[in-house]
């Protein structure tokens, strides 16, 4: 079993849709999620971080946390082609973490 | 400060050559860490330190490649007698450690590219 996994994609949705990323990780003993976002040729950036279980908003961006679940989820409101891209979810056991990431396409 | 900062970019090597790659974090950062990635797939993690101390090694990571951190600044990545397998993107990032809001969050260099013809 992989430490973090992603739906690898592609994912496309039209423009003004919501963008439904999700990631599951092994490690129960993870305290600090994250999520990253990756233009084709550059290095991941930061979007957002989750410490505790439930929701936190960020502009468009929601991400959700589930520990029971071992689950983590990045939704992406009023999706916008500049969002397109491959998100990348981060889990720290110890150190950092990633998935393979989720390639999504907005599609004016 | 200027962020993370890597160097050489670019490298073209032959198999069979040995390669270093050089790493500058933020310099407020006391932890830094390198990840190898490969088109399609997520960053790969290799190693971190915290300050000069190497807390962490891949057990994937066989034993050509080896990082040091001498001063807890900045970071070297050697790899010996590459393998056409080891072409990639080898990126630095480094982030503050504790648990504070924001602490852990990565910041990455642009990455050095290998090629090993």
């Known amino acids: 079993q992989k430490e973090v996994e992603q739906n690898s994609g592609p994912l496309s949705v039209p423009e003004g849709a919501i963008a439904s990323l999700n990631c599951t990780y092994s490690?129960?003993?993870?305290?600090?999620f994250f999520w990253y976002r990756q233009y084709s040729g550059k290095s991941p950036e930061l979007i957002m971080f989750i410490y505790s279980n439930g929701d936190k908003e960020d502009g468009r961006f929601t991400a959700q946390l589930n520990k029971a679940s071992q689950y983590v989820s990045l939704l992406i409101r009023d999706s916008q082609p500049s969002d397109s891209a491959t998100y990348l979810c981060?889990?720290?056991?110890?150190?950092?973490?990633f998935g393979a990431g989720t390639r999504l396409t907005v599609k004016p | 400060d200027t962020g993370v900062s890597q160097n050489p970019r670019h490298k073209i090597t032959k198999r069979g050559q040995n390669v270093t790659f050089r790493c500058d974090p933020i310099s407020e950062h006391n932890r830094l860490y390198w990840y190898r990635q490969t088109l399609g797939q997520g960053p790969e993690f290799l190693t971190y330190?915290?300050?000069?101390?190497?807390?962490?090694k891949s057990r994937l990571l066989s034993d050509r490649f080896s990082a040091e951190r001498p001063k807890g600044s900045f970071s070297t990545l050697e790899i010996q007698r590459t393998e056409q397998g080891d072409s990639a993107m080898y990126l630095c990032?480094?982030?503050?450690?504790?648990?504070?809001?924001?602490?852990?969050?990565?910041?990455f260099g642009a990455g050095s590219r290998l090629t090993v013809l």
């Open positions: 330190f915290q300050n000069e101390a190497q807390l962490e």
């Open positions: 990032a480094s982030s503050l450690s504790g648990s504070s809001a924001g602490a852990n969050v990565l910041t």
């Open positions: 490690d129960r003993g993870s305290q600090s």
């Open positions: 981060a889990v720290k056991p110890n150190d950092m973490r």
